[in-house]
């Protein structure tokens, strides 16, 4: 897990698919990731991220969701059905 602190006006922009948490006070903005262009979005691998203007903590995560499931069955001891 990473914290980002964003001071009051300051901004920053997540993969939708790392995100994790905000605090009320964080002000969030969805768009496509490359604005205007969804076939050119849709190929950088990258199709939704989050704008997000502080005050306020943002939670994220190292891995997407589909890496995060496949480095846990890679290290724990059970077998994916």
Known sequence: MDVITLAEGQQVVVDSGHLVAYDETVKSNLR??????????LKSG??????????????TQTRNPGA????LTEVLPFERA
């Open 32 to 41: 496509r990731a490359v604005e205007g262009k969804t076939v050119q979005s």
């Open 68 to 71: 995060l499931i496949l480095h």
């Open 46 to 59: 990258e199709g939704l991220v989050f704008e997000f203007t502080g005050p306020g903590r943002i939670m």
